[in-house]
């Protein structure tokens, strides 16, 4: 089971923003970065933001991403049709001998 | 640019081993300071990391899964593999082979495209 938890939806207009939580422990997020992934219907995750608020080449500066605490959020302003997927926050957890773990994923939708 | 593919059977009987490899193209697989991980993802359902081996050897699992599961490296190929034994039908998932970066930072990137295993007798 997974032990970063997000909410299951998130829905806004085209041009809004919209903004996800993904909160952790001291074990995982309170202790190491943050990754964020993007997964398009039927296709492989994405990287999107590494070490908490890092954008790989090629993603637009619409997405941001931050930490706090035992706490993350990814942001997405200027929202547009094709950010509509699923969206999976991702840290390193130090306890029992060390485990990467996946949060619960928040399901993105346009209207 | 790396990419990586997946292969292996797609149907698997229950209790017996499942076995897929992932080959890396467009680098090497030993260059850098790279680590490479497998991901699964049951239908409908999230994303769970099952392990990373670095080209040393050195591996780290996921608890929940570490009893079954068995990663390694050739070099030789660019290539690396998963074994996972005992299967139910609780490891039905698409499965992702990716690299990794960074000891706790972990960021993976890039991810191959997945391989459907379906756990039926």
């Known amino acids: 089971q997974s032990v970063l938890t997000q909410p299951p939806s998130a829905s806004a207009t085209p041009g809004q923003r919209v903004a996800i939580s993904c909160s952790g422990s001291?074990?995982?997020?309170?202790?190491?970065?943050v990754n964020w992934y993007q997964q398009l219907p039927g296709t492989a995750p994405k990287l999107l933001i590494y070490?908490?608020?890092q954008r790989p080449s090629g993603v637009p500066d619409r997405f941001s991403g931050s930490k706090s605490g035992t706490s993350a959020s990814l942001a997405i302003s200027g929202l547009q049709s094709e950010d509509e997927a699923d969206y999976y926050c991702?840290?390193?957890?130090?306890?029992?001998?060390?485990?990467?773990?996946f949060g619960t994923g928040t399901k993105v939708t346009v209207l | 640019q790396v990419q990586l593919q997946e292969s292996g059977p797609g149907l698997v009987k229950p209790s017996q081993t499942l076995s897929l490899t992932c080959t890396v193209s467009?680098?090497?697989?030993?260059?850098?300071?790279?680590?490479w991980s497998w991901i699964r993802q049951p239908a409908g359902k999230g994303l769970e990391w099952i392990g990373r081996?670095?080209?040393?050897?050195?591996?780290n699992y996921n608890p929940s899964l570490k009893s079954r599961v068995t990663t390694s490296v050739d070099t030789s190929k660019n290539q690396f593999s998963l074994k996972l034994s005992s299967v139910t039908a609780a490891d039905t998932a698409v499965y992702f082979c990716?690299?990794?970066?960074?000891?706790?930072?972990?960021?993976?990137?890039?991810w191959g495209q997945g391989t459907l295993v379906t756990v039926s007798s």
């Open positions: 070490s908490n608020n």
């Open positions: 467009g680098g090497s697989i030993s260059s850098g300071s790279y680590h």
């Open positions: 991702a840290a390193w957890d130090d306890s029992l001998n060390g485990s990467y773990v």
């Open positions: 081996i670095y080209t040393s050897g050195s591996t």
């Open positions: 001291t074990s995982n997020i309170g202790s190491n970065t």
């Open positions: 990716a690299r990794g970066w960074g000891r706790t930072s972990n960021w993976l990137d890039p």
